[in-house]
């Protein structure tokens, strides 16, 4: 496609559970950035990856979220017994290099709901 | 830490109004700027950037200046739409990586 694509959009669930956020940047770009945004804040920075290696992985919150890019291109965020604080948009952005002034491409994010 | 702190909303105006939107950062080194936007359904999308002191940046009528005497890049517009209406978010790059610090951000609303 010829934007970043976020699947799910929406996805609800409950305390306790497995979560998977997927992400397939756009063609070529092989930097992939994670963000959270909570209700009413900028996007958090959580993990980036320059190819198939996370580069920087400094603001995952916790050991419960873990994310692979494993070939390099589609990227999936895991979240291991999810907790209500964990509730925020996902954005996902690819750039074609990384670097200081490389612009960044979002998706238009997965919103996780967890009751 | 680095840090953006940017002015908050939201900000209703009518149109052809002036709108600026203040932002201001903190930041060791000499960080690029940039000013993200939101419309509504839509992905943050790059509105315009600064890389280095007194560079503007400008897009679809939009400027800011890199001010580092005052650490700002304030947002300005002449006369605005009703189409832009969206959320806008200040940011500085956090490294060479490229990952983004950002704002809180600031929601617009212009009236017809």
């Known amino acids: 496609g010829a934007g970043v694509s976020q699947t799910p959009s929406n996805k609800v669930t409950e305390k306790g559970k497995y979560v998977e956020l997927r992400c397939d940047p756009i063609?070529?770009?092989?930097?992939l950035y994670w963000y959270r945004q909570s209700l009413g804040q900028g996007p958090e920075f959580l993990i980036y990856?320059?190819?198939?290696?996370?580069?920087?992985d400094s603001g995952l919150p916790n050991d419960r979220f873990f994310a692979v890019r494993p070939e390099g291109s589609v990227s999936t965020l895991k979240i291991q017994r999810t907790e209500r604080g964990d509730s925020a948009v996902y954005l996902c952005?690819?750039?074609?290099?990384?670097?200081?002034?490389?612009?960044?491409?979002f998706g238009e994010g997965s919103r996780l709901t967890v009751l | 830490g680095d840090s953006v702190t940017q002015m908050e909303g939201p900000v209703t105006l009518s149109e052809e109004a002036f709108l600026t939107i203040n932002c201001t950062y903190t930041?060791?080194?000499?960080?690029?700027l940039f000013w993200y936007v939101q419309y509504p359904g839509e992905g943050l999308q790059l509105l315009l950037k600064?890389?280095?002191?007194?560079d503007k940046g400008s897009n679809k009528g939009f400027e800011a200046t890199y001010r580092k005497e005052t650490t700002s890049f304030h947002l300005e517009k002449g006369s605005v739409q009703v189409s832009d209406s969206a959320v806008y978010f200040c940011?500085?790059?956090?490294?060479?990586?490229?990952?983004?610090?950002f704002g809180k951000g600031t929601k617009l609303s212009v009236k017809p």
């Open positions: 952005a690819s750039s074609l290099t990384g670097g200081r002034t490389g612009e960044l491409f």
């Open positions: 063609s070529g770009h092989t930097a």
């Open positions: 990856f320059q190819g198939t290696g996370a580069a920087d």
């Open positions: 930041a060791t080194g000499y960080p690029s």
């Open positions: 600064a890389t280095k002191a007194d």
């Open positions: 940011a500085l790059d956090g490294g060479s990586q490229g990952n983004l610090i």
